[in-house]
């Protein structure tokens, strides 16, 4: 290979490189369903959050709660933590208390998200998140300056499995049904918070196959101010 070919190929891969960490930091859509498998009202939002998983902006997350386990089936994605983000949502929505199915779209605005077209709908009048820049990489999140919240913004990681999980329910308001769910969360942990300066945090690696998202977020249920996904 010659010294010009050489320089070629190096200038090819350090624009691919710059593509590639310019698309990764782009804005999102961050479309987040509460779900159960313990509610009959569900399988239909569940539906059509599979239908915009793949929908190019979209970071699509289905967050699994508790509080139907005690209706015969313990929901097997569910966790307390996920219930406790729905919780924490409500008040800034307008909402007396937590329902299933509820969509809840860069924590601006929700919807029951069961009817046909519904999800699609939030996702056209919610936007792209407009924060700061955000990217993922080399084990670290990057965070660029910009404006932050009073008191700052939190920065969450997130956990899912990427694609369609589909789980049998032999009990409860679902028995007998097999219920698929997409990019379902396994794990939701605060990462630290953001206050308006660039930022950079060690990203602890995944495990067990698990796709990784990062959300910079107003704290106590705000809206969501950017977010990345690998």
């Known amino acids: 290979m010659t010294g010009t070919t050489t320089r070629i190929v190096l200038l090819a891969g350090a624009m691919l490189a710059a593509t590639l960490g310019a698309a990764s930091a782009q804005p999102l859509t961050v479309v987040e369903l509460f779900t159960s498998q313990g509610c009959s009202s569900c399988p239909p939002a569940n539906a059509n959050l599979i239908k915009v998983k ?10 699994n709660v508790t509080y139907w386990d005690y209706l ?5 994605f569910g966790r307390k933590e996920f ?3 729905q919780v924490t949502y409500e008040p800034s929505l307008g909402r007396d208390g937590p329902f299933t199915p509820q969509v809840v779209v860069n924590g601006r605005s929700d919807g029951v998200g069961a009817a046909p077209g519904e999800i699609q709908s939030l996702i056209a009048k919610g936007g792209r998140t407009q924060g700061p820049e955000l990217s993922l ?5 990057s965070i660029g300056a910009g404006k932050a919240p009073g008191g700052g913004a939190d920065i969450w990681l997130v956990r899912y499995t990427r694609g369609v999980v589909e789980v049998p329910v032999a009990r409860g308001e679902n028995t007998g049904r097999t ?5 379902v969360v396994h794990a939701l942990t ?6 308006g300066e660039a930022t950079t945090l060690p ?3 995944a495990t067990g196959g698990l796709n990784t998202a990062v959300l910079v977020q107003a704290p ?3 809206p969501i101010l950017a977010a990345a996904a690998n």
């Open 83 to 85: 219930t406790e983000r």
């Open 220 to 222: 106590g249920g705000g």
């Open 190 to 195: 605060k990462l630290g918070s953001w206050n």
């Open 179 to 183: 219920l698929p769910h997409a990019n």
């Open 54 to 63: 793949d929908q190019p902006g979209v970071l699509a997350l289905s967050f």
């Open 203 to 205: 990203l602890p690696a």
């Open 137 to 141: 990489g080399q084990g670290k999140v």
């Open 72 to 76: 015969g089936w313990k929901d097997t």
